[in-house]
């Protein structure tokens, strides 16, 4: 593997301690801001441009095109860095400015669409449009986020580094769901192990469309799109648990300052999930989890100002 793009994979697992209360299951998260740009979008972006090579469908030198709040996108910078690929990103200002700082560090060019509102039902499917448009007009190849499957074996070997370090029975997974990827990949390996594992997608309460709701706006980066993910059915989980902004920018800022688990608002609804789901678990039961990026990428936000 070319040069940084090596220390992909491989991030720690870790048990939470003082958030968890006695008489509940315990609570495993794996910290996936110990990749290179701080996200475990790292290993999408990675399998996705490595499955266009191997297929042929990214041509050397061929720009790529993605539509992206920020983690996806400053994942893909890094990777096109790396492997010589000029990036055009199309983002908008819903998302937090330190991904717009790093995707341009990068050396992407990006194209910001405005939603001061937040991330709305309208935003993503406005944003895939202009992607489209764009890489016709430059000839670019479209990594596709929500449609693209080679990302979802990207994620697998997340679940299979979950698996060689925590070799106890895993009782429920609980993951923050964007273009479903990693819950795809990292469930289906879990599975494989307990069959029985109880597979739960968490989404923005204001939002709550998985839960049977109504699309809405809400401020919970990576996921919450108003509609279900192309790659995602009904049959894939069990459960959806629904986590309102507040209670996801809190639990972010309260998980920094008890565990030290410093992270965004995605990783906030992850952790209260998998809390819910311990104190219905009871003792003696292990719920996963992830820390999906650094806490680092929302300094400027709302989040802990």
């Known amino acids: 593997m070319e040069g940084l793009l090596a220390a992909i994979g491989n991030t720690p697992l870790v048990r939470?301690?003082?958030?968890?209360?006695?008489?509940?299951?315990?609570?495993?998260?794996?910290?996936?801001?110990?990749?290179?740009?701080?996200?475990?979008?790292?290993?999408?972006?990675?399998?996705?441009?490595?499955?266009?090579?191997?297929?042929?469908?990214?041509?050397?030198?061929?720009?790529?095109?993605?539509?992206?709040?920020?983690?996806?996108?400053?994942?893909?910078?890094?990777?096109?860095?790396?492997?010589?690929y000029p990036l055009r990103i199309v983002t908008s200002d819903a998302f937090a400015v330190e991904k717009h700082r790093t995707m341009t560090a990068y050396g992407a060019e990006l194209e910001i669409v405005s939603s001061p509102e937040g991330i709305t039902p309208q935003?993503?499917?406005?944003?895939?449009?202009?992607a489209a448009e764009l890489a016709r007009e430059i000839g670019g190849y479209q990594t596709d986020q929500f449609r693209n499957t080679d990302m979802v074996d990207g994620y697998r070997a997340l679940g299979t580094?979950?698996?060689?370090?925590?070799?106890?029975?895993?009782?429920?997974?609980?993951?923050?769901?964007?273009?479903?990827?990693?819950?795809?990949?990292?469930?289906?390996?879990?599975?494989?192990?307990?069959?029985?594992?109880?597979?739960?997608?968490?989404?923005?309460?204001?939002?709550?469309?998985?839960?049977?709701?109504q699309p809405g706006t809400h401020r919970i980066e990576g996921g919450g799109i108003g509609a279900m993910p192309d790659l995602l059915s009904?049959?894939?989980?069990?459960?959806?648990?629904?986590?309102?902004?507040?209670?996801?920018?809190?639990?972010?800022?309260g998980a920094t300052r008890v565990e030290g688990l410093f992270s965004g608002p995605s990783t906030g609804a992850n952790v209260t999930a998998a809390l819910e789901l311990a104190r219905r678990l009871g003792e003696g039961k292990r719920v996963v989890t992830i820390q999906v990026d650094s806490g680092l990428k929302y300094l400027g936000g709302a989040v802990y100002q």
């Open 123 to 130: 935003l993503i499917p406005a944003m895939r449009a202009r």
């Open 234 to 253: 009904t049959d894939d989980f069990d459960e959806a648990i629904a986590v309102s902004t507040d209670e996801a920018f809190a639990m972010a800022r």
């Open 16 to 84: 939470l301690t003082r958030l968890v209360e006695p008489g509940m299951a315990d609570v495993w998260v794996k910290l996936e801001a110990a990749n290179p740009t701080g996200s475990y979008k790292d290993r999408m972006a990675l399998a996705m441009i490595e499955g266009a090579e191997r297929s042929g469908r990214l041509e050397p030198g061929q720009p790529v095109v993605e539509y992206t709040g920020g983690s996806t996108g400053s994942s893909l910078a890094f990777v096109c860095a790396v492997k010589g």
């Open 161 to 213: 580094e979950i698996l060689d370090q925590l070799r106890e029975p895993i009782d429920a997974l609980c993951l923050y769901v964007g273009t479903s990827g990693c819950f795809l990949g990292v469930s289906q390996t879990l599975r494989s192990r307990d069959p029985d594992l109880h597979r739960v997608v968490v989404e923005p309460a204001e939002s709550a469309v998985l839960s049977g709701g």
